[in-house]
């Protein structure tokens, strides 16, 4: 296998469903490209050389639409190899041509890049590339982004991409918009590899804003799933504004160099109209897919598994056992972070309570939707 393993690859992701996704796409648009796509289990390595497919990572949505057929749309093309993570860490050493996607959680992308430097591969691999950074989340020892975390590690200017990732739906080729922050060259070229591909992009340059908006989008889907199984849908849409208020108020200080903090803080007096900043288009189309996404229905469970008596923190590993949830360990650093920036999070305080164990899903989601002062006017 590692004899074999293309070491001048067009582009390389390490990751799950919507990494799949992201290099189907690619390799559609690209038939000439080779790609290489890696995964840290090598069953679904096995899996995926054998039949172009990872049931686990769709098989559930194709059953559910009812249509086998879609099993060989999601089929990744001919042109994409496959590769073991420690396969990729022992034998790969050359260097990737234009596009580099670690899409993996954003609390082992340290661990990841690093355990593959130290296992040799070079950083001199992806000095020609882009990188693409796609985990939603911040480290919580450090309160790192993960587009910092890449830039430290592989001496690049990540650039950050934020949207509707819907993964089932967007390998199937549904259109998908997606943000792209970061230096302006680099969100070019990578605009250009998906070019006339099923992804309609925004470009911008606000990097730790974008980043921002992922576990803050996140948290609050967990927030909006809670709400819709005390409350019903009718209130999902309450707190969801309140979410979108609550990432505004971050994004305007985030926008600002560190040092000048301060001083957006102190323009947060303003009256909103004068000091109200555009919300991440990439941001925005993931607030409007909250019903859609694995931390709405892990709000949702976790009201179950509450209320069939677990407490909160076995409720947090029985779901966690299913599927990756990045707002339940991006909750309590995303309250760090703000609270940092000296930015109020109540619905981010809350849902932390709740996690904790400290209040019921009830308590504390009665008391977020009874304060009136949660949206400026």
Same mark, same amino acid.
């Given at each position: 296998?590692?004899?074999?393993?293309?070491?001048?690859?067009?582009?390389?992701?390490?990751?799950?469903?919507?990494?799949?996704?992201?290099?189907?796409?690619?390799?559609?648009?690209?038939?000439?490209?080779?790609?290489?796509?890696v995964?840290?289990d090598?069953?679904?390595?096995?899996?995926?050389?054998?039949?172009?497919?990872?049931?686990s990572?769709?098989?559930?949505?194709?059953?559910?639409?009812?249509?086998?057929?879609?099993?060989?749309k999601?089929?990744?093309?001919?042109?994409?190899?496959?590769?073991?993570?420690?396969?990729?860490?022992?034998?790969?050493?050359?260097?990737?041509?234009?596009?580099?996607?670690?899409?993996?959680?954003?609390?082992?992308?340290?661990?990841?890049?690093?355990g593959?430097?130290?296992?040799?591969?070079?950083?001199?691999?992806?000095?020609?590339?882009?990188?693409?950074?796609?985990?939603?989340?911040?480290?919580?020892?450090?309160?790192?982004?993960?587009?910092?975390?890449?830039?430290?590690?592989?001496?690049?200017?990540?650039?950050?991409?934020?949207?509707?990732? +819907?993964?089932?739906?967007? =390998?199937?080729?549904?259109?998908?918009? #997606? /943000?792209?922050?970061?230096?302006?060259?680099n @969100? *070019?070229?990578?605009?250009?590899?998906?070019s006339?591909?099923?992804?309609?992009?925004?470009?911008?340059?606000?990097?730790?804003?974008?980043?921002?908006?992922?576990?803050?989008?996140?948290?609050?889907?967990?927030?909006?799933?809670?709400?819709?199984?005390?409350?019903?849908?009718?209130?999902?849409s309450?707190v969801?504004?309140?979410?979108?208020?609550?990432?505004?108020?971050?994004?305007?200080?985030?926008?600002?160099?560190?040092?000048?903090?301060?001083?957006a803080?102190?323009?947060?007096?303003?009256?909103?109209?004068?000091?109200?900043?555009?919300?991440?288009?990439?941001?925005?189309?993931?607030?409007?897919?909250f019903?859609?996404?694995?931390?709405?229905?892990?709000?949702?469970?976790?009201?179950?598994?509450?209320?069939?008596?677990l407490?909160? +923190?076995?409720?947090?590993? =029985?779901?966690?056992?299913?599927?990756? #949830? /990045?707002s339940?360990?991006?909750?309590?650093? @995303? *309250?760090?972070?703000?609270?940092?920036l000296?930015?109020?999070?109540?619905?981010?305080?809350?849902?932390?309570?709740?996690?904790?164990?400290?209040?019921?899903?009830?308590?504390?989601?009665?008391?977020?939707?009874?304060?009136?002062?949660?949206?400026?006017?």
């Amino acid at each position: 296998m590692t004899t074999h393993l293309n070491q001048y690859p067009d582009a390389v992701t390490m990751g799950g469903r919507f990494g799949w996704a992201l290099t189907k796409t690619l390799a559609l648009r690209h038939p000439g490209w080779q790609l290489l796509f890696v995964m840290r289990d090598t069953k679904k390595v096995d899996e995926a050389k054998a039949t172009g497919l990872v049931s686990s990572f769709f098989e559930d949505k194709i059953k559910k639409a009812g249509a086998p057929g879609l099993r060989k749309k999601i089929r990744m093309p001919g042109n994409v190899q496959f590769c073991s993570l420690d396969a990729f860490q022992k034998a790969f050493r050359g260097k990737v041509r234009k596009l580099f996607i670690p899409a993996v959680p954003s609390n082992r992308i340290r661990e990841v890049l690093t355990g593959m430097i130290d296992a040799g591969v070079p950083v001199s691999a992806f000095s020609d590339c882009e990188t693409l950074s796609v985990s939603k989340g911040m480290e919580t020892a450090s309160l790192e982004f993960p587009h910092e975390i890449m830039d430290e590690i592989l001496g690049c200017d990540a650039v950050v991409a934020l949207g509707g990732n +819907l993964a089932f739906e967007f =390998a199937l080729a549904d259109p998908m918009l #997606i /943000e792209l922050a970061g230096f302006k060259a680099n @969100t *070019r070229r990578i605009t250009q590899f998906f070019s006339g591909a099923n992804l309609m992009i925004y470009e911008t340059f606000n990097r730790r804003k974008l980043s921002l908006a992922g576990p803050m989008k996140n948290i609050h889907s967990l927030a909006t799933g809670m709400t819709s199984e005390v409350f019903g849908y009718s209130s999902v849409s309450t707190v969801a504004t309140m979410g979108l208020s609550e990432f505004e108020r971050a994004a305007f200080i985030v926008q600002f160099p560190k040092k000048w903090h301060g001083m957006a803080r102190r323009l947060q007096r303003l009256p909103f109209h004068f000091r109200s900043v555009p919300l991440a288009g990439g941001a925005m189309s993931d607030y409007h897919l909250f019903r859609f996404t694995r931390n709405f229905s892990a709000g949702q469970d976790f009201v179950r598994q509450v209320r069939q008596g677990l407490t909160a +923190l076995q409720a947090i590993a =029985a779901i966690s056992r299913q599927a990756t #949830i /990045e707002s339940f360990v991006s909750a309590l650093p @995303t *309250r760090e972070f703000l609270c940092r920036l000296g930015c109020r999070c109540p619905i981010i305080e809350t849902m932390c309570r709740i996690l904790a164990g400290e209040v019921t899903p009830e308590q504390g989601l009665e008391a977020v939707i009874r304060q009136k002062n949660l949206i400026p006017t």
